[in-house]
């Protein structure tokens, strides 16, 4: 455990990235077996399932550090993160005792789902009098459910590539879909023979960056395929053996989410991976996102929201073809051998039948742009086509790993943008903890101000210090942590998408809100109105 | 408590006025006590240099030693010692045998940049509660210094420049006092830092070499060297000649994960110049106050807890500020001018 949080405290300590790659070659090339594999699981984002509840370690945290309840969650506000206000806390260890990770994993924590309330909090109060401080966050961390460690998959595999020598790309392969933290899982991610036999594993999504030039920087428009950015589910659909996986970007298997798209999946011949985007589709238009969420917030798919949500795949790419990788081939030869494989799998016999293959998956439409004007035409076009902006393929370039730069750009739509006052402010968590940085956003309706959006991110950290500063001395009223200001403020908030809602008291629900400018030039008399808000729902967004 | 500031009304005085008074009674030189403007300024001997330096040459001030009394209409008033920075004081004010002590900003731990804290016996304690949560409660000096001469030699290893983020008034000089003949060097400065480097050595405190960075040619190779910066200089274009650098900060707030990573520093070094929460709670118990008013920080919890233990407190608004908050202030001028 201490090598482990050693790790987790030198990844934490630089924003350099190969800083953070040399500490975990440090770690992999020294730990056992059974803590590298535990290592890679957390480092790659999985948490233990939180099996304490949170507010029993609260009580008992405040049972070992002796203070009141309501001390407490000062502290926690203060804070802003539990694991660490409870570390902050407690005594200091007396005597640390020093266990390997995987044992305080399989032991200690995995152990607490088997131990009744008092079997729990002994045990609890035991591991913390046994870790130094360092240790002991770590552990609240994993305790609570709340591990997270600031490195991106791309560094943890340069750096298994790195202590391993096999190449990255195999490494991300191998990673890819559910991957268990046994010893055995180590030695095969690191092992020479490369032959992977699990049939369901995904391959890596290649992830376009946002076009920041003119599009005309990107040399000849013919050289590029455009595609609709649509909004929905980015996911990748196996079929091998017999078998179909259906993975969504964060590498979760979601086949059974989508019975309809797992039904089709069966058409597809055996060796065959298709790219592409889970839409909520209904007659010839796609439906709203929230109605994708809908579905997906549902334990248990009935007839009727199948029946009132239904889904296509809208594909994009072909990474397998007949068993064999074909990503390093280039895009227009992929398109191709695409359609190609759509279209023979829409002539099987049951193509009528609703649900039927060429129903279920469409090829992603490309867009006729012989020149950039017409680029540009599409694009002004996006929001009546129910998309979120284009994609720009390269035509010759291969299908690559992660996010990389030069290949894909996504190239969306000018935000929505109003002008609104801050009404409330409240204290964020993490690294934003005691500073004032969640704030509520209103626009006039009459003389009132009605709150219709929050927002946390879009300032500098120098704006969000000089906010909190004028929230701290024009605080109006406090409710808890949440703080009534002056409403005198004024934010552009810009917004991705804008819907009536009866839930909400401006009677709109803004979709992404987030803070575009200070506006320190305007008074809050300048603000837009609720009129503005509720007309926008009747318009594209506003030209910049 | 006034627009202006605390007011004593039997002895017609401010103490640490924020807005221009006609008689001001300075606690210490920080930018959010010590505020220019005033027609008078009473403050310890010990800070003259510092409170020259942020109050201007010609501004009118009676230095005093610590425990010297003097009488404001009927009102006995003295400094006593608050450990707080070079020349920081108490405010003791006597009238008709009622005690007031008014602390200023304080801690108890030694440190070799200034006169130790006094305890004081008062009816009315007026305290600051700038770390006053039970979580924020710090190592001993040294083990902040021992980590910082760690994290340098470590850079200095790898290449690498350190730069530590320091407050240029007290801090910065505290960290130069713990590294005085140290294996650490050569130490690199600020400008702001630099000025105040000059009143601490003309006070007669030692503290290690250092060398003006703007006084070096372009192009000089900093590598390996320790660079003792304001905070404000962090994500400058300033920092650029340093080449490769690993940054560090020298607070109380490094106490807390967050507060480091939301400035984006590499290491954070717990060392304050305030009291922790459990020095608190004992240097308010020292007093024997039986009424406590609680100023800037964590005034609330403060207030509950003693109330919550049988003290009459309760908190009092004010525009002092804590650990770092009139950072900007403190600097006043952009600092590479300074050291002319």
Same mark, same amino acid.
């Given at each position: 455990?201490?090598?482990?949080?050693?790790?987790?405290?030198?990844?934490?300590?630089?924003?350099?990235?190969?800083?953070?790659?040399?500490?975990?070659?440090?770690?992999?090339?020294?730990?056992?077996?059974?803590?590298?594999?535990?290592?890679?699981?957390?480092?790659?984002?999985?948490?233990?399932?939180?099996?304490?509840?949170?507010?029993?370690?609260?009580?008992?945290?405040?049972?070992?550090?002796?203070?009141?309840?309501?001390?407490?969650?000062?502290?926690?506000?203060?804070?802003?993160?539990?694991?660490?206000?409870?570390?902050?806390?407690?005594?200091?260890?007396?005597?640390?005792?020093?266990?390997?990770?995987?044992?305080?994993?399989?032991?200690?924590?995995?152990?607490?789902?088997?131990?009744?309330?008092?079997?729990?909090?002994?045990?609890?109060?035991?591991?913390?009098?046994?870790?130094?401080?360092?240790?002991?966050?770590?552990?609240?961390?994993?305790?609570?459910?709340?591990?997270?460690?600031?490195?991106?998959?791309?560094?943890?595999?340069?750096?298994?590539?790195?202590?391993?020598?096999?190449?990255?790309?195999?490494?991300?392969?191998?990673?890819?879909?559910?991957?268990?933290?046994?010893?055995?899982?180590?030695?095969?991610?690191?092992?020479?023979?490369?032959?992977?036999?699990?049939?369901?594993?995904?391959?890596?999504?290649?992830?376009?960056?946002?076009?920041?030039?003119?599009?005309?920087?990107?040399?000849?428009?013919?050289?590029?395929?455009?595609?609709?950015?649509?909004?929905?589910?980015?996911?990748?659909?196996?079929?091998?053996?017999?078998?179909?996986?259906?993975?969504?970007?964060?590498?979760?298997?979601?086949?059974?989410?989508?019975?309809?798209?797992?039904?089709?999946?069966?058409?597809?011949?055996?060796?065959?991976?298709?790219?592409?985007?889970?839409?909520?589709?209904?007659?010839?238009?796609?439906?709203?996102?929230?109605?994708?969420?809908?579905?997906?917030?549902?334990?248990?798919?009935?007839?009727?929201?199948?029946?009132?949500?239904?889904?296509?795949?809208?594909?994009?790419?072909?990474?397998?073809?007949?068993?064999?990788?074909?990503?390093?081939?280039?895009?227009?030869?992929?398109?191709?051998?695409?359609?190609?494989?759509?279209?023979?799998?829409?002539?099987?016999?049951?193509?009528?039948?609703?649900?039927?293959?060429?129903?279920?998956?469409?090829?992603?439409?490309?867009?006729?742009?012989?020149?950039?004007?017409?680029?540009?035409?599409?694009?002004?076009?996006?929001?009546?086509?129910?998309?979120?902006?284009?994609?720009?393929?390269?035509?010759?370039?291969?299908?690559?790993?992660?996010?990389?730069?030069?290949?894909?750009?996504?190239?969306?739509?000018?935000?929505?943008?109003?002008?609104?006052?801050?009404?409330?402010?409240?204290?964020?968590?993490?690294?934003?903890?005691?500073?004032?940085?969640?704030?509520?956003?209103?626009?006039?309706?009459?003389?009132?101000?009605?709150?219709?959006?929050?927002?946390?991110?879009?300032?500098?950290?120098?704006?969000?210090?000089?906010?909190?500063?004028?929230?701290?001395?024009?605080?109006?009223?406090?409710?808890?942590?949440?703080?009534?200001?002056?409403?005198?403020?004024?934010?552009?908030?810009?917004?991705?998408?804008?819907?009536?809602?009866?839930?909400?008291?401006?009677?709109?629900?803004?979709?992404?809100?987030?803070?575009?400018?200070?506006?320190?030039?305007?008074?809050?008399?300048?603000?837009?109105?609720?009129?503005?808000?509720?007309?926008?729902?009747?318009?594209?967004?506003?030209?910049? | 408590?006034?627009?202006?500031?605390?007011?004593?009304?039997?002895?017609?005085?401010?103490?640490?006025?924020?807005?221009?008074?006609?008689?001001?009674?300075?606690?210490?030189?920080?930018?959010?006590?010590?505020?220019?403007?005033?027609?008078?300024?009473?403050?310890?001997?010990?800070?003259?240099?510092?409170?020259?330096?942020?109050?201007?040459?010609?501004?009118?001030?009676?230095?005093?030693?610590?425990?010297?009394?003097?009488?404001?209409?009927?009102?006995?008033?003295?400094?006593?010692?608050?450990?707080?920075?070079?020349?920081?004081?108490?405010?003791?004010?006597?009238?008709?045998?009622?005690?007031?002590?008014?602390?200023?900003?304080?801690?108890?731990?030694?440190?070799?940049?200034?006169?130790?804290?006094?305890?004081?016996?008062?009816?009315?304690?007026?305290?600051?509660?700038?770390?006053?949560?039970?979580?924020?409660?710090?190592?001993?000096?040294?083990?902040?210094?021992?980590?910082?001469?760690?994290?340098?030699?470590?850079?200095?290893?790898?290449?690498?420049?350190?730069?530590?983020?320091?407050?240029?008034?007290?801090?910065?000089?505290?960290?130069?006092?713990?590294?005085?003949?140290?294996?650490?060097?050569?130490?690199?400065?600020?400008?702001?830092?630099?000025?105040?480097?000059?009143?601490?050595? *003309?006070? !007669?405190?030692?503290?290690? =070499?250092? #060398?003006?960075?703007? &006084? %070096?040619?372009?192009?000089?190779?900093? @590598? +390996?060297?320790?660079?003792?910066?304001?905070?404000?200089?962090?994500?400058?274009?300033?920092?650029?000649?340093?080449?490769?650098?690993?940054?560090?900060?020298?607070?109380?707030?490094?106490?807390?994960?967050?507060?480091?990573?939301?400035?984006?520093? *590499?290491? !954070?070094?717990?060392?304050? =110049?305030? #009291?922790?929460?459990? &020095? %608190?709670?004992?240097?308010?118990?020292? @007093? +024997?106050?039986?009424?406590?008013?609680?100023?800037?920080?964590?005034?609330?919890?403060?207030?509950?807890?003693?109330?919550?233990?049988?003290?009459?407190?309760?908190?009092?608004?004010?525009?002092?500020?804590?650990?770092?908050?009139?950072?900007?202030? *403190?600097? !006043?001028?952009?600092?590479?001018?300074? #050291?002319?």
């Amino acid at each position: 455990m201490k090598d482990f949080a050693a790790l987790v405290a030198a990844i934490d300590e630089t924003t350099r990235t190969t800083e953070k790659v040399d500490a975990m070659v440090r770690y992999f090339t020294n730990a056992q077996p059974t803590d590298a594999a535990w290592a890679v699981h957390f480092l790659s984002g999985e948490r233990p399932k939180r099996l304490v509840p949170v507010r029993r370690l609260a009580a008992w945290a405040i049972e070992a550090s002796g203070i009141p309840d309501w001390l407490f969650e000062e502290c926690y506000t203060a804070v802003g993160d539990l694991a660490e206000t409870i570390t902050l806390l407690l005594p200091d260890s007396a005597s640390s005792i020093e266990r390997p990770l995987h044992v305080w994993i399989e032991e200690h924590l995995l152990t607490l789902a088997n131990l009744d309330e008092s079997g729990q909090r002994q045990s609890i109060l035991a591991s913390w009098l046994a870790l130094p401080a360092r240790e002991r966050f770590v552990w609240n961390k994993l305790i609570t459910g709340g591990f997270r460690v600031g490195v991106s998959q791309p560094l943890v595999i340069r750096a298994l590539s790195r202590v391993s020598g096999i190449s990255e790309g195999v490494i991300a392969h191998r990673l890819s879909g559910t991957w268990s933290p046994r010893a055995d899982s180590w030695t095969s991610l690191v092992a020479e023979q490369t032959r992977d036999a699990d049939i369901s594993k995904p391959y890596p999504f290649y992830l376009a960056y946002a076009l920041e030039d003119e599009v005309e920087s990107l040399g000849e428009a013919s050289g590029w395929q455009v595609e609709w950015k649509w909004d929905g589910i980015r996911a990748q659909l196996v079929r091998r053996q017999g078998v179909s996986s259906l993975w969504s970007r964060g590498e979760e298997l979601v086949t059974d989410r989508f019975p309809e798209i797992a039904a089709a999946a069966a058409q597809l011949p055996d060796g065959t991976v298709l790219d592409g985007e889970i839409m909520p589709w209904k007659g010839d238009k796609p439906l709203p996102f929230a109605q994708l969420q809908r579905r997906i917030g549902r334990k248990s798919l009935g007839p009727k929201i199948l029946a009132d949500v239904p889904v296509v795949l809208i594909v994009y790419d072909l990474l397998e073809l007949a068993g064999v990788d074909v990503r390093h081939r280039p895009l227009s030869w992929r398109r191709g051998r695409l359609a190609e494989l759509l279209a023979s799998a829409g002539m099987k016999p049951n193509d009528s039948e609703p649900g039927a293959c060429s129903e279920i998956f469409r090829l992603s439409p490309s867009i006729d742009a012989a020149a950039w004007q017409d680029v540009r035409d599409a694009w002004q076009r996006a929001r009546e086509a129910c998309a979120e902006g284009l994609m720009l393929k390269r035509l010759d370039g291969g299908y690559g790993v992660g996010r990389r730069r030069g290949g894909w750009w996504k190239w969306k739509v000018q935000p929505y943008a109003v002008d609104a006052v801050m009404i409330y402010a409240q204290a964020g968590h993490g690294r934003r903890a005691s500073l004032n940085t969640d704030y509520t956003f209103a626009v006039w309706d009459g003389g009132a101000l009605v709150p219709f959006a929050k927002a946390y991110s879009g300032l500098t950290d120098a704006e969000i210090r000089e906010l909190d500063v004028w929230i701290r001395r024009n605080t109006v009223e406090k409710f808890g942590p949440v703080r009534s200001v002056k409403p005198e403020q004024v934010f552009e908030l810009a917004f991705e998408g804008i819907q009536p809602s009866p839930r909400h008291k401006s009677g709109v629900a803004v979709r992404f809100p987030r803070i575009a400018r200070w506006r320190t030039d305007k008074r809050p008399e300048d603000a837009d109105t609720l009129a503005t808000l509720h007309a926008l729902m009747s318009t594209p967004p506003r030209e910049s | 408590m006034t627009e202006q500031g605390l007011y004593c009304e039997a002895g017609d005085f401010y103490i640490d006025p924020w807005l221009p008074v006609p008689r001001a009674v300075i606690t210490h030189a920080h930018g959010d006590h010590a505020r220019w403007g005033c027609d008078a300024y009473l403050g310890a001997r010990e800070g003259e240099r510092v409170m020259r330096t942020r109050l201007g040459a010609d501004a009118s001030i009676r230095l005093v030693d610590y425990g010297e009394p003097v009488d404001l209409l009927g009102v006995r008033v003295s400094l006593h010692p608050a450990g707080h920075i070079l020349g920081s004081a108490q405010v003791r004010i006597e009238h008709h045998g009622e005690v007031w002590v008014v602390s200023g900003d304080y801690k108890t731990e030694s440190d070799p940049t200034c006169t130790a804290f006094q305890a004081l016996r008062c009816h009315t304690f007026v305290t600051e509660s700038t770390f006053g949560l039970p979580v924020y409660r710090w190592s001993p000096e040294a083990a902040a210094l021992d980590e910082m001469r760690a994290w340098w030699r470590a850079n200095a290893e790898a290449g690498r420049t350190s730069v530590l983020f320091a407050y240029a008034l007290g801090k910065a000089q505290r960290v130069l006092a713990g590294l005085r003949g140290t294996e650490v060097g050569p130490i690199y400065t600020h400008g702001a830092i630099e000025r105040l480097n000059r009143d601490y050595r *003309d006070s !007669g405190i030692a503290i290690a =070499d250092t #060398v003006y960075a703007g &006084s %070096l040619a372009r192009g000089h190779d900093y @590598t +390996g060297g320790l660079v003792l910066a304001p905070p404000s200089a962090g994500g400058s274009l300033w920092l650029r000649r340093f080449g490769a650098i690993s940054t560090g900060f020298a607070s109380g707030w490094m106490r807390i994960r967050g507060a480091r990573r939301r400035r984006a520093i *590499d290491r !954070g070094f717990v060392l304050s =110049d305030h #009291v922790d929460w459990p &020095s %608190l709670l004992a240097a308010i118990e020292a @007093t +024997g106050a039986e009424r406590v008013w609680v100023t800037h920080g964590y005034r609330e919890p403060v207030v509950r807890w003693l109330v919550e233990h049988g003290i009459d407190a309760e908190a009092v608004a004010s525009r002092w500020e804590g650990e770092g908050e009139s950072e900007l202030q *403190d600097l !006043g001028v952009a600092g590479e001018e300074i #050291v002319a």
